[in-house]
């Protein structure tokens, strides 16, 4: 009887399927815990790489500040709040020289698993490194073409014109009073009708007051662009060349490498006359050569900036009018880069009858001609004191920048 039951027993097939289940279940626990958490771990891997890229391309795109600084915080302000991801290490190098800039970005860290857990792998560790390479510039000469005409001598902000407004007003004739009943927000007008000889200019009586014109506001923002370019780390490649123009163009600096002969160029800079941008532009057509492409001195690449309100001709010339953009257009084919700073106009006043006269009818058609002159990404509008000079800035940047930064993994 035992022998038969023992023998029933090992032919009893019927409860294999448990016991096979009940083995193969911890090393089908694992397989799915592994999936599942390395799911989790490419997803985290990917955001912190993100995090990474953008620090390397901040610390290289920078021009001013700690670049390790800037990569460390680049990196922890893209990181995600997931409670299970922990970075461990986070390092980053710079390199710098003529030939560019490379910041390399690099953090190491580890991830809690979740269902691996269950046999013996309660983390997953993450690495991953971004380099980000900006090239040295090349050779490149940019050439400032400044609206010298008087409408650049307007008060730069609201406050500067309400102030230079009033005190101006008892200086005004009886005539001049009629068409501006609250007084004058050009500083470049001179003596007004039947003012008292010896009394100060409108330009003096800025000046004298602390009162910031637009055109002694670009004078100050292209101080601060040679501070930029002189901290360049090849800044002997890079040159600055100025122009003026009203109803004439003229060169006031052939392109120079030396900062300090741009600031005494800028220095003696004054406004005058109207504005005749069709003679301007031909004359920087005929004489600013050929643009390179940036290999050596003898063939840089060409940036002509225009800073200006965009307005053309004056109360003795025929009426006021847009940018004719056929003119920039031919630059452009020829292979310049062309930038545009556009200083847009401050409406004076609603009974300013300089303002009502000359600029009102036709100021929405200034921004959309000026833009149309810029090549693409180079187009800058700005109105008061800081925003002039932050686009000053920026387009250097830009320009700097432009297709010279690399990022790779």
Known sequence: MIAAFFRRFTRDRRANAAVIFA???????????????????????????????????????????????????????????????RITDLSTTVSEGESGVTVTVSYRGEMQTSISAAIGFSTINLSGTATATRGGV?????????????????????????????????????????????????????????????????????????????????????????????????????????????????????????????????????????????????????????????????????????ATDGVLGGRNNDGHNPWNVADCNALKQRGFSVAVIHTTYIEFSAQSGSYNSWIRPMVANVAPAMRACASDGLYFEAAYTAQIRQAFSDMVRTVLNQSTTRLSR
């Open 138 to 306: 090349g050779f490149v000469d940019f050439n400032f073409v400044l609206d010298t005409s008087s409408s650049m001598e307007i008060a730069a902000d609201q406050q500067g014109l309400r102030q230079l407004m009033a005190l101006t007003l008892p200086m005004l004739g009886t005539s001049d009073r009629n068409y501006e009943p609250e007084g004058c927000a050009f500083a470049c007008h001179g003596l007004a009708v039947d003012q008292v000889p010896g009394t100060p200019t409108f330009a003096q009586v800025a000046r004298n007051n602390n009162i910031p014109v637009r055109f002694d506001i670009i004078k100050s923002a292209l101080n601060d662009v040679a501070s930029i370019i002189q901290r360049e780390p090849n800044s002997s490649r890079i040159r600055v060349g100025l122009y003026s123009f009203d109803t004439l163009a003229r060169q006031i600096l052939a392109p120079s490498a030396s900062m300090s002969a741009v600031r005494t160029a800028l220095a003696s800079l004054s406004t005058d006359c109207e504005t005749n941008n069709h003679a301007v532009l031909q004359w920087i057509n005929q004489n600013l050569g050929a643009p390179g492409r940036g290999t050596s001195a003898a063939d840089p690449r060409k940036v002509i900036i225009f």
């Open 23 to 85: 083995i193969a279940l911890v090393p089908l626990t694992g397989t799915v815990g592994a999936a599942v958490d390395f799911s989790r771990r490419g997803s985290a891997n990917a955001k912190l790489q993100a995090a990474a890229d953008a620090a390397a391309l901040a610390a290289v795109s920078t021009q001013r500040g700690n670049r390790r600084e800037i990569a460390t915080t680049t990196f922890n302000s893209n990181v995600s709040t997931d409670s299970t991801v």
